[in-house]
């Protein structure tokens, strides 16, 4: 059995000794960049390998052009993910202590991005795993590299000129999965400008989780999302978050939910406002 969108720790737990898995620690604090490699050197899921949102998983920062996690190249990407020994005939896990969504969502669709199709979020990730009694180590675990081999799908990707053009087109979704209050304006502790992009709607992605940090079930995903999104077909949809990290957590949801791949504006906000030309709306405008 191949896993695409979720696995649970139950699931999870026989596969561990197996060959062709390999399970990745994403854990990652915007506040402080080391602590998630700290916090994976002190404990983490027997056999995981690490990886840093902002070494391996993001492209450089370019000032004034890019959003704080930019997409790597391509061969950077193959680079690093043959490094944490992901290659052809590889089973994927991501985990990380934020439900997934940072940076564990990341590196699912990075990877689903590339072409890489069996990779799955530990559902509930870390504080699931620990509450359930599974097996943990510390130290750091070194993997068999392997080549991994890129097969991009750039329909997957939405540039700031699309998201222009979504604005204008009713037959489009945009959809801005920050908390509501800074979709609003009202408060922005990471961007140095508040608001967001015109005609987005909100749909925060903590929506697409209990209270336990689990995914809700399919059934409820699929109402929420067809309530949102109406008549448009999730293809016409593009989603966007404060870095192009986070956003992937409601991509996530959507194909779990069954209802397909919508594209993802990968600058998000912090690309989107280093263009004083471009609009910023306000409040539910």
């Not at 390998?49 to 959003?67: N, W």
């Not at 510390?138 to 081999?149: D, K, L, Q, V, W």
């Not at 508040?194 to 079930?217: D, V, W």
């Not at 949801?253 to 263009?275: K, M, N, P, Q, V």
Request: aromatic residues 8%.
């Amino acid at each position: 059995m191949v896993y695409r969108t979720l696995i649970s720790p139950a699931e999870l737990e026989p596969q561990l000794t197996k060959a062709d898995w390999i399970i990745v620690d994403c854990r990652f604090y915007l506040a402080d960049p080391e602590r998630g490699r700290k916090n994976y050197l002190e404990s983490h899921i027997a056999g995981a390998v690490y990886a840093h949102l902002d070494e391996d998983l993001s492209g450089p920062i370019r000032p004034g052009v890019t959003g704080r996690h930019p997409l790597p190249a391509i061969a950077r990407a193959a680079e690093t993910l043959g490094r944490l020994g992901i290659g052809p005939g590889i089973q994927v896990v991501a985990y990380d202590d934020a439900g997934g969504a940072l940076a564990a969502a990341r590196l699912w669709w990075l990877l689903r991005w590339l072409g890489h199709e069996a990779v799955a979020l530990l559902d509930g990730g870390w504080t699931r795993w620990m509450a359930e009694g599974k097996p943990v180590r510390s130290g750091a675990e070194t993997p068999i590299p392997r080549a991994f081999i890129p097969r991009p799908r750039p329909e997957l990707v939405a540039s700031a000129g699309a998201v222009v053009e979504v604005g204008r087109d009713p037959n489009y979704r945009l959809i801005d999965v920050r908390a509501a209050e800074r979709y609003r304006g009202e408060k922005e502790p990471i961007d140095p400008v508040a608001g967001h992009i015109p005609g987005a709607i909100n749909l925060p992605y903590t929506e697409n989780l209990t209270a336990l940090g689990n995914f809700r079930s399919k059934e409820e995903l699929r109402e929420l999302y067809r309530d949102r999104l109406g008549d448009i077909p999730v293809e016409h949809a593009i989603f966007y978050c404060g870095s192009g990290a986070t956003a992937a957590h409601s991509l996530v949801a959507l194909l779990h939910a069954g209802l397909g791949e919508a594209r993802l504006y990968t600058g998000s906000w912090s690309e989107w406002i280093t263009d004083p030309e471009r609009p910023v709306a306000n409040k539910d405008d």
